[in-house]
T-cell receptor
Framework: GAVVSQHPSRVICKSGTSVKIECRSL??????MFWYRQFPKQSLMLMAT?????????EQGVEKDKFLINHASLTLSTLTVTSAHPEDSSFYIC?????????????FGNGTRLTVT | AQKITQTQPGMFVQEKEAVTLDCTYD???????LFWYKQPSSGEMIFLIY??????QNATEGRYSLNFQKARKSANLVISASQLGDSAMYFC??????????????FGSGTQLTVLP
């Protein structure tokens, strides 16, 4: 079964509004979670690394004031897309390693398809 | 420079036949891991198989196997006895350690596999 839960799976919002996406590790503690963005038919691009109890680390070119990340507990990270615009429409997917071993795969949520009108 | 290269945007295979999906990578780290994921049209990311840089043998998991050629820096995925349900996007990914940040994965551009009846 799923080990990472992501909600909502789909969201449509109006331009200028904010959208919050939740990512939960279900049966393990995740001090680190990763947020990826994927455009249609393209690869997953890492946006930011969410760290429990500290600030997120953003990849180059990702606006931290636009994509707010909060990792308030060992099982929950949230991504808030603030003042969304149509160009923010995309597939956002979170992930976490179940174990901190070099061969531990990332377990992914089912993703959130965001459409900004 | 691209760290992970998947040169086949699309591949077709007849049901019950084997197919090889190519992946080459670029790293100066002696320690790294290679992962393959399957992404059906629903968007979920399904972990398939892992190969460590120091593994002496090619990884196998059921119908999936890796043709790991370290000197060539390639880690091709072989799917045997293709099934209609194998139709999906396939991503090759790499984790570099210890120099890589956290435990993120860097993904290739993906290969869309279509299994024909």
């Amino acid at each position: 079964g799923a080990v990472v839960s992501q909600h909502p799976s789909r969201v449509i919002c109006k331009s200028g509004t904010s959208v919050k996406i939740e990512c939960r590790s279900l049966d393990f503690q995740a001090t680190t979670m990763f947020w990826y963005r994927q455009f249609p038919k393209q690869s997953l691009m890492l946006m930011a690394t969410s760290n429990e109890g500290s600030k997120a680390t953003y990849e180059q070119g990702v606006e931290k004031d636009k994509f707010l990340i909060n990792h308030a507990s060992l099982t929950l990270s949230t991504l808030t897309v603030t003042s969304a615009h149509p160009e923010d429409s995309s597939f956002y997917i979170c992930s976490a390693p179940r174990q901190y071993a070099h061969n531990s795969p990332l377990h992914f949520g089912n993703g959130t398809r965001l459409t900004v009108t | 420079a691209q760290k992970i290269t998947q040169t086949q945007p699309g591949m077709f295979v007849q049901e019950k036949e084997a197919v090889t999906l190519d992946c080459t990578y670029d790293t100066s780290d002696p320690s790294y891991g290679l992962f393959w994921y399957k992404q059906p049209s629903s968007g979920e990311m399904i972990f398939l198989i892992y190969q460590g840089s120091y593994d002496q043998q090619n990884a196998t998991e059921g119908r999936y196997s890796l043709n790991f050629q370290k000197a060539r820096k390639s880690a091709n995925l072989v799917i045997s006895a293709s099934q209609l349900g194998d139709s999906a996007m396939y991503f090759c990914a790499m984790r570099e350690y210890p120099s890589g940040s956290a435990r993120q994965l860097t993904f290739g551009s993906g290969t869309q596999l279509t299994v024909l009846p």
